[in-house]
């Protein structure tokens, strides 16, 4: 939708795309740079809950037989300090893969944007040479009804981020920019990704706190907002315009996260 807006605004194609995809990533960079000093705060206050974790690791233990013979490997393990070097190692390595295939990303976005009318053309060709009139109004109407699909989609899910950060902010948790930032783009993953986003927050909340209300407080926070979405807001913004398959969306989903990982696993919708 931006490349189509800036080709309205009787920018040249090529140049259309290169800058659709160079806003986006100024963005994204942006964010990133915001993310990166929610996280560093975060390693830096990291030995301040180490307190709070194994109180109550040692509390588990203590009240279940059962947790506690299968944590007996474990145990110790919490009682080390952890060394801000040492987190921001285990934090950096996960991210190393996603950035790779990020970049992998951008190549393929480039060269769909520069090329989608030709994409478009080699594909009536291939499945509409006998009636081309129907199949380039299916893909037209697939196109603006996808478009408008995952502009209300980024708009809902911006919108819960925003929300759920100003929320736990409220209720006491750090960084809150950054657990928004999560709980949004986990959103974009299907079915499941509300609680992907929760865990975060559900275990800073464990961490920060002596006791188990703020951990309650992050659980109704994230259950209250993603059922009055759900079940409200999305049904009323999207209702029934882009004829999306839910299995569909599950063979999609599959193929990209064995493909790409946890970038395809964000992707796979649009795609």
Do not use: C
Not at 46 to 58: D, G, L, T
Not at 62 to 81: C, D, M, T, V, Y
Not at 123 to 142: E, Q, S
Not at 156 to 184: C, D, H, K, Q, T
């Amino acid at each position: 939708p931006l490349a189509r807006l800036l080709q309205r605004a009787y920018l040249p194609h090529v140049v259309a795309s290169l800058l659709a995809v160079v806003i986006a990533f100024v963005i994204l960079g942006l964010l990133s740079t915001v993310v990166g000093g929610q996280l560093s705060t975060l390693i830096s206050k990291a030995p301040e809950y180490e307190a709070n974790i194994v109180a109550k690791w040692e509390l588990l233990l203590k009240s279940s037989p059962l947790i506690s013979r299968f944590a007996a490997p474990l145990r110790g393990g919490l009682g080390e300090a952890a060394s801000p070097l040492s987190l921001a190692e285990q934090f950096a390595r996960p991210l190393l893969g996603p950035v790779a295939t990020a970049a992998v990303v951008l190549v393929f976005t480039l060269v769909i944007l520069l090329y989608s009318d030709d994409l478009r053309d080699r594909f009536v060709r291939l499945v509409g040479r006998h009636d081309l009139h129907r199949t380039i109004f299916a893909l037209n109407d697939a196109g603006h009804r996808l478009s408008r699909y995952f502009l209300s989609q980024l708009t809902i899910n911006a919108a819960f981020g925003v929300w759920i950060g100003g929320a736990l902010g409220l209720a006491g948790l750090p960084s809150p920019i950054l657990l928004g930032l999560i709980a949004m783009l986990m959103r974009f993953v299907p079915f499941v990704g509300t609680f992907i986003g929760l865990a975060a927050p559900l275990a800073l909340a464990v961490a920060v706190s002596p006791s188990w209300s703020l951990a309650f407080v992050v659980l109704a926070i994230f259950a209250v907002s993603e059922i009055v979405v759900s079940q409200v807001v999305e049904p009323l913004l999207y209702g029934h315009s882009t004829g999306i398959s839910p299995v569909a969306v599950l063979v999609a989903t599959s193929f990209w996260t064995l493909l790409w990982g946890f970038v395809g696993l964000l992707i796979a919708t649009p795609l």
